[in-house]
């Protein structure tokens, strides 16, 4: 792999230019090597990539404590949300790989299509440019770069500014077995993203925030280019009178603040019934009253709940809590900095309204919402009607009402009495609605982003088909017979 550096910045025009030919640089490299890659056998790849990947989780230490340093991520967190999953999404990524790129055989009417066989099969588009968030530095790039490579592509990668050196650790360790070029990283901010789509890559995956994400689907569209574009989530949790407490507080504790709530599948809001919601804030608030915030308070080194990655990204918290208080929510607990970093007291509000910005926009943050209910109805409903739509859980013991609950959601992702480690699942779609776009990262959903399909059909047949030119009479009369016996089938079918 070769690491393309930013630009300097001597004045706009010649840092729009540096990013441009440092753009189109990486994508040329790139494609030259994935001429050679695509040719490699499906199972030669998988194995180069596993080298790698196994290289990876040997080599732990490394990018555990790159993950730290660039975004405040505690230990724990680490290797079980970055590095662990190195290997396992190789092996699980070329199952669907596998399945899918073919060839596969198509079935075909042996009367109406005599003497012919069909394939399908998938084909690299050539570069993917991929624009990758921040906040799972390493393991966000599982959904994209494997995928990617796995089906013979290129990739180019423009990593957030926010963890630079995270992410091409990764890129670096899997170019380490792959054919040389084939791996680019360019480093900058949004404006090196806008250059890499305007310097020849194939296809898009992008994640991140919403004006972003929409000018980069509205620039794809426009150059032609197939995209993949997430753009946040709000996800909320239905807490049914039936749920089991013991557990449910456990289930929304952490996937309320695990990796400090910046996850896009992170639970921002609490649909409580009300019959239930003073035992469910009462055991929320004590649970969390025992995480700890503070590593040296504690004396292991550990810490629950990480601060936060960046200035910017407390002060949206800060300004979301300020807001819900304003208007009438009250803070069962935390609601105040930690004074280590940009750490912020894990933060349960209760008494929350559609009112309030806590509830309508995302928090990425420790911060849950709790809305009060008077049933499931209610629920479903400020689910469907909330800008974001990529996933939700419902809490219950009655696993019949909660299927039929979740086939009224209108998101991507539905789980029940669980939440969000679908994620890590490659062979299940992570996708969305609304304003969470409607990329699908995961399953062989996801392929047509990655790869087209290409079909090949072969006829063995000798002589010229009846229906080829010249056309005569009893050729006009044997189209009619022929669809006069296609309505004569239907109505038998439907018995008329």
């Given at each position: 792999m070769e690491l393309t550096p930013q630009p300097k910045k001597n004045g706009a025009r010649n840092h729009a230019n540096g990013a441009a030919e440092s753009a189109r640089t990486a994508v040329e490299r790139a494609r030259k090597a994935a001429q050679i890659w695509a040719d490699k056998p499906l199972q030669w790849r998988i194995k180069a990539i596993e080298r790698a990947a196994k290289r990876m989780l040997a080599d732990r230490e490394e990018v555990v404590a790159l993950a730290s340093a660039e975004l405040g991520k505690c230990d724990v967190e680490c290797v079980f949300n970055e590095a662990l999953g190195a290997l396992d999404s190789v092996s699980n990524w070329s199952k669907v790989v596998r399945a899918a790129v073919g060839p596969n055989r198509v079935p075909l009417n042996p009367i109406g299509f005599p003497n012919k066989s069909a394939t399908v099969e998938l084909v690299p588009r050539g570069v993917i440019g991929i624009i990758a968030p921040w906040n799972y530095p390493m393991s966000g790039l599982f959904r994209s770069m494997l995928p990617a490579l796995l089906t013979g592509n290129g990739v180019v990668l423009k990593p957030s500014e926010h963890s630079p050196r995270t992410s091409s650790w990764y890129a670096e360790q899997l170019a380490r077995e792959l054919p040389a070029g084939l791996v680019q990283v360019v480093q900058g901010d949004g404006s090196v993203g806008e250059a890499l789509l305007e310097a020849g890559i194939d296809a898009c995956v992008f994640t991140g925030s919403i004006k972003a994400g929409r000018s980069v689907q509205a620039r794809c569209g426009e150059l032609g280019i197939p995209s993949s574009i997430e753009m946040g989530g709000k996800d909320a949790a239905i807490i049914l009178a039936d749920a089991d407490l013991d557990r449910t507080v456990a289930g929304v504790t952490h996937w309320s603040l695990?990796?400090?709530?910046?996850?896009?599948?992170?639970?921002?809001?609490?649909?409580?019934?009300?019959?239930?919601?003073?035992?469910?804030?009462?055991?929320?608030?004590?649970?969390?009253?025992?995480?700890?915030?503070?590593?040296?308070?504690?004396?292991?080194?550990?810490?629950?709940?990480?601060?936060?990655?960046?200035?910017?990204?407390?002060?949206?918290?800060?300004?979301?809590?300020?807001?819900?208080?304003?208007?009438?929510?009250?803070?069962?607990?935390?609601?105040?900095?930690?004074?280590?970093?940009?750490?912020?007291?894990?933060?349960?509000?209760?008494?929350?309204?559609?009112?309030?910005?806590?509830?309508?926009?995302?928090?990425?943050?420790?911060?849950?919402?709790?809305?009060?209910?008077?049933?499931?109805?209610?629920?479903?409903?400020?689910?469907?009607?909330?800008?974001?739509?990529?996933?939700?859980?419902?809490?219950?013991?009655?696993?019949?009402?909660?299927?039929?609950?979740?086939?009224?959601?209108?998101?991507?992702?539905?789980?029940?009495?669980?939440?969000?480690?679908?994620?890590?699942?490659?062979?299940?779609?992570?996708s969305g609605t609304r304003d969470t776009g409607f990329g699908i990262a995961n399953s062989e959903h996801a392929l047509l982003t990655f790869a087209r399909p290409k079909a090949v059909v072969v006829d063995e047949s000798k002589s010229p088909e009846f229906f080829w030119m010249p056309y005569d009479k009893s050729l006009l009369e044997l189209g009619h017979v022929l669809a006069d016996a296609q309505i004569g089938k239907l109505l038998r079918a439907w018995k008329i």
């Open positions: 695990s990796n400090a709530g910046q996850a896009c599948g992170a639970i921002e809001i609490a649909y409580v019934d009300k019959r239930i919601a003073d035992a469910f804030v009462d055991r929320m608030r004590r649970a969390w009253s025992r995480l700890n915030t503070n590593a040296k308070a504690s004396g292991s080194g550990e810490v629950d709940v990480a601060p936060l990655a960046n200035a910017r990204q407390l002060q949206v918290v800060e300004a979301q809590v300020a807001d819900a208080i304003a208007k009438g929510a009250k803070a069962a607990h935390g609601g105040a900095r930690t004074g280590r970093g940009f750490g912020y007291v894990p933060t349960l509000l209760d008494h929350c309204n559609a009112t309030m910005d806590v509830v309508r926009e995302e928090t990425f943050g420790p911060v849950l919402a709790v809305v009060r209910i008077e049933g499931a109805s209610d629920a479903v409903m400020a689910i469907n009607e909330a800008r974001y739509g990529l996933g939700a859980s419902i809490w219950t013991s009655d696993l019949n009402r909660g299927k039929r609950l979740a086939g009224k959601l209108d998101v991507g992702i539905v789980t029940i009495n669980n939440h969000a480690f679908t994620g890590a699942i490659p062979a299940l779609p992570w």
